[in-house]
């Protein structure tokens, strides 16, 4: 017997040696044959047995073979409890031994509860200190720090590692793990000045116990250089991963599996600094190793795979980046019985790869499916949760879903502080995204506050020469670009530019990128030449970085063909345009908001090459993407945020009524589009205001009738700080009230906008046939609108102006025809603006008292004046004269104004020579913002649901009132929102001509 013991105990340590040098094939071989002789010797009750089975469920751990290493774990458990009772040692080392399977399967839960039971029995066992408990709690940290419960973790490893200083020398091997994961610890928190502190003492300590050739230093090595990794130093990086390469090699030889760890690690410092090919290799490499390390069924493969995928990812291949993240996913699903984090990992990198490819709705499915999987692996509040939130934005966000995309990322934010605090690498990273959304949507000043804080927080974490540094001055620059702030812009992109070089040198995707940048700042200055230099250069760069097809080579030729457009050289300009619209479809999809700006682009060419069919024909297939993106803003969004969208695209607006009116004024079928258009785009923000009021006064959202209390609640909070006398001298405190009231106010608009179908315009219809039907009959809608005008022939680089002074065109839509509509340009709107100006004052007495801001001594009398009919006649021929002839078979005028003719008060437009009739004579006149409004009319609200108006004259509080008539305009048009002036309003007064005419009953206002 004794002797069978000892032939045990020999195959056991064989197994270890064997172990050690990497050799897992012959020790699972040797292990087999140490269980095998127990078995047959009948030694199953000894514990020299149980050692055997331990150490061949050890290697199956190790190789992942999770399924046959539990049972074996388990049957040593139970046979040692058997053998020793419960409180005993060698059980547990059983528990430990179970709890990192567990650990490995990402079954945390698990693996902390026997954690903390091998804790409790090591201590009943040992008394409170002990290196096994030392142990334990280091493996418990561990656990804290992959479920991201830092702080837990931190103070865990702190109690480990005072506990083993008291244990042991100063200078011990556990006591250099214990700095060791510590440093990992502080990694993951960003704090990355202790990290290195601790590495660095680990390192010295474990120098002096086993001299500078030994397989701990070349550990601690390695993870020096994983830090400077992630601190952006990657040329301390690379040496560090190198000398630890040296080393193993010298002691384990060429193949290992440690070894392959550090040549991935080297592989991904090759990755960063943008040479692909040499990473690819470097991956090929390793995963062959491992391959031949550890068979064709390893969790090491499935991270090979991984790297693979991202590498080709980055390259633009995207098939093959599908097929490595595929053969991951597979693995992992074979490996892994149920749910694992590794399984949501692969979901969240093939949806990644989806969305660069454009199949949206596959990446959705794929986030759809890991997200929950993670929360209930994990908690809420984890990493790992918030990075797929980041991911989930992305994807809105390629969509053009910007609102979705905001929610996910302040989500994304909300769970970052909370586990990392309010500093941190990750958090700048996710601010940085925030403020570049921003940007796209317009809100420039919101931007640039977020994009400052990002820029400031990554100097302080990672120092003034970071390339994450470089990445948010460069894309501070983009947004002062936007504003036309060009020397801020390139003076912040010359200094990203030079980050870059140094850290990565002259040939990286950061480098093109910043080159790409000024080039275009260059084009904006009129520095034509090098622009077009450093245009070329960027392209060829960016060809021999990512290959010939990628959606940056796609931006650098969009970006070509814009210069070469400014100089007049429209055939070069329409074969890039075509390229960018032709790879941009193949790569993003047919609807996606760069194919919309690709569309643009080659309909402004095409008009300035004299073909205005087909750029119409652009202009309307951008219109149609537009669209979507548009609903989708509306459906999570404030006030503030449409508004902004709005004005980012207003270009796209006044560029397609430019074609129409300039160049197919006689084109029917033309004018039907661009009526078409300004019926989808007029006063967008007002008709969603509207919605959002209606809402609040039916009865059809019951459930939300809190929630608009309190908007209502928080407008009027912030009308009164606006305009009240501020009750404090620091105004720094007054303007953080406000801002803060308005933040509130956003986003409770963008909650109730999310549940309130009518207010993301989802319900809509805006097709003619529609409002024609709708229209009551013998009426006539008359669509005012006003826009700049483009000239498409006047080439920017000869100094010819291409934008001129605003006109106004009027779109006249007969009832129950919804084919016919004329379009009629009555001219320039400043002389019209002028007209307007000139009537009003004519109209209105602004030389008498203030009414209600001051007090009169007398009571107001009724006050009739002489009238000159001059300005009024004059402004009635500039816009009701060119339309006469159009509308003189109806008489109900619908008018929809825009610009200052909002101010315009139609029914007092006189008709004739002398000023003797008026509009109101001829037509029964109602008004609309736009159009489509028609449509609300169908909507039967519950009775009673408003109140009965309640009109307030300029009330004299400190009066008993006499009979005042206010005259001007019988009704204020007030399309959206309020109007606020910090001064004396005007009196107006009647003339006499007019007094007869306004006491008469009026028509309803639509």
Known sequence: MEKLIQELNQLNSQVVQLAGQGNLEQAI????????????????????????????????????????????????????????????????????????????????????????????????????????????????????????????????????????????????????????????????????ADAEKMHLEALAMKIQLFGEEHPDIASSLNNLGKLYDAQGRYLEAEIKFLKSLEICQNILGDEHPYIASILSNIAGIYQERGNYIAAEQRFLEVLSMRKRLLG?????????????????????????????HLEAYFLRRRLFTGEHPDIAESLSNLAVVYTYQGRYIEAEQQYLQALPMLEKLLGKEHRSIGHIFNNMAGLDEAQGNYSQAEQKYLKALEIQKNILGNEHPVIADTLNQIAALYRIQGRYSESEEVHLESLAMRKRLLGESHPFVAVSLNNLAVLYDDLTQYDRSESLLLSALEIVKTVFGNEHPHVASSMNNLAVIYDFQGRYPEAEELHLETLNLRKLLLGEEH????????????????????????????????????????????????????????????????????????????DKIIRNIFAFSSESDRLA?????????????????????????????????????????????????????????????????????????????????????????????????????????????????????????????????ALPPNSILVEFVRFDVFDFQAIQAQGETQWHPARYLAFIFTAGKPDAVQMVDLGAAETIDQLIQLFRLQASDYTHPTLAWGKSS???????????????????????????????????????????????????????????????????????????????SKVQLPSGSISTPLTIADPQLNQIPSVEILSGRPFEHQVAGYSYQRCNPPTFALTAAMLSKLLSPLPLVV
């Open 29 to 192: 071989i040797v292990a087999q044959q140490a269980v095998n002789l127990g078995e047959s010797q009948q030694l199953t009750k000894h514990s020299v047995y149980c050692d055997s089975l331990n150490n061949l469920a050890e290697l199956h751990r190790i190789q992942g073979r999770y399924s046959e290493a539990e049972p074996l774990y388990l049957q040593t458990l139970n046979i040692r409890k058997k053998l020793f009772g419960s409180e005993h040692p060698d059980v547990a080392q059983s528990l430990n031994n179970l709890a990192a399977l567990y650990h490995a399967q990402g079954n945390y839960p698990a693996a902390e509860q026997l954690f903390l039971s091998a804790l409790e029995l090591w201590k009943v066992c040992y008394g409170e200190e002990d290196f096994e408990i030392a142990t334990t709690l280091n493996n418990l940290g561990e656990i804290y720090r992959e479920q991201g419960r830092y702080l837990k973790a931190e103070q865990v490893h702190l109690e480990a590692l005072a506990m083993r200083r008291c244990l042991f020398d100063e200078q011990h091997p556990d006591i250099a793990q214990s700095l060791t994961n510590l440093a990992a610890l502080y990694t993951s928190l960003g704090r990355y």
């Open 296 to 324: 064709e069924e390893h969790p090491d493969i499935a991270n090979s795979l991984d790297h693979l995928g991202e590498v080709y990812l980055i390259q633009g291949n995207y098939l093959a980046s599908e097929q490595k």
């Open 551 to 626: 959606i940056l080579i796609a931006n650098s030729l969009n970006n070509l063909g814009e210069l070469y457009f400014s100089l007049g050289r429209y055939e070069e300009a329409e074969q890039k345009y075509l390229e960018t619209l032709a790879m941009r479809k193949r790569l993003l999809g047919e609807s996606h908001p760069d194919v919309a700006f690709s569309l643009n682009n080659l309909a402004t060419l095409l008009a300035a090459t004299n073909r205005p069919e087909e750029s119409l024909l652009c202009r309307v297939q951008a219109s149609n993407i537009n």
């Open 645 to 773: 969208f709005l004005q980012k695209i207003r270009n796209n607006f006044d560029l397609f009524l430019s074609l129409v009116c300039n160049h197919l004024a006689d084109s029917d079928n033309a004018k039907l589009a661009a009526f078409d258009f300004v019926l989808k785009r007029k006063a967008l923000t007002a008709s969603a205001l509207a919605a959002q009021n209606e809402a609040f006064y039916s009865d059809r959202y019951p459930q939300l009738t809190a929630k608009f209390h309190q908007l209502r609640d928080l407008s009027n909070q912030i009308i009164h700080l606006t305009f009240a006398v501020p009750e404090t001298d620091d105004l720094a405190r007054y303007q953080e009230n406000l801002r803060q009231l308005e933040s509130r106010h956003n986003n409770l608009q963008k909650q109730l906008a999310a549940q309130v179908p009518e207010i993301q315009l989802s319900e809509q219809i805006f097709d003619r046939q529609a409002i024609a039907l």
């Open 858 to 936: 007398f009571a107001p009398k009724l006050q009739i004046k002489s009238y000159n009919p001059t300005d009024a006649i004059q402004l009635s021929q500039a816009i009701f004269h060119p339309i006469r002839d159009l509308v003189k078979n109806c008489r109900h005028l619908i008018i929809a104004p825009d610009g200052n003719l909002n101010l315009v008060p139609f029914q007092i437009l006189p008709i004739d020579a002398v000023g003797s009739r008026l509009l109101m004579d001829d037509y029964t006149i109602s008004y609309l913002s736009v159009g489509r409004e028609i449509l609300r």
